[in-house]
């Protein structure tokens, strides 16, 4: 069992940074690999980024590339995600997860077994 609880979102202007972060409870969070998604009103939750179990590889949907950055501290059971350069359309609310290894695809939200409860970006024009 994983409990995930994001912070770090907040209300930003166009081309500002945020860092979320999401602490884990429990001796297995080193044991998985690590996602951020994201959820606009109306829309479908969306792949951002993901980096393995190790922190060795990292993942990132093409909308954030070059712009988020995600990384992982095993000792301290966080997972971070640096967002520079944000655009208003980067507004939405971030959900870190956590998948099992060898279990489902990277970028698929049914491959992520446990949730965050979510922190809200708001990227003002």
């Known amino acids: 069992q994983v409990q995930l609880v994001e912070s770090g979102g907040g209300l930003v202007q166009a081309g500002g940074s945020l860092r979320l972060s999401c602490a884990a409870s429990?001796?297995?969070?080193?044991?998985?690999?690590m996602g951020w998604f994201r959820q606009a009103p109306g829309k479908e939750r969306e792949f951002a980024a993901a980096i393995s179990k190790s922190g060795r590889t990292t993942y990132y949907a093409d909308s954030v590339k070059g712009r988020f950055t995600i990384s992982r501290d095993n000792a301290k059971n966080t997972v971070y995600l640096q967002m520079n350069s944000l655009k208003p359309e980067d507004t939405a609310v971030y959900y870190c997860?956590?998948?099992?290894?060898?279990?489902?695809?990277?970028?698929?939200?049914?491959?992520?077994?446990?949730w965050g409860q979510g922190t809200q970006v708001t990227v003002s024009s």
């Open positions: 429990g001796r297995t969070f080193s044991s998985n690999h």
């Open positions: 997860a956590a998948r099992p290894p060898g279990t489902g695809q990277v970028m698929s939200v049914m491959s992520y077994e446990y």
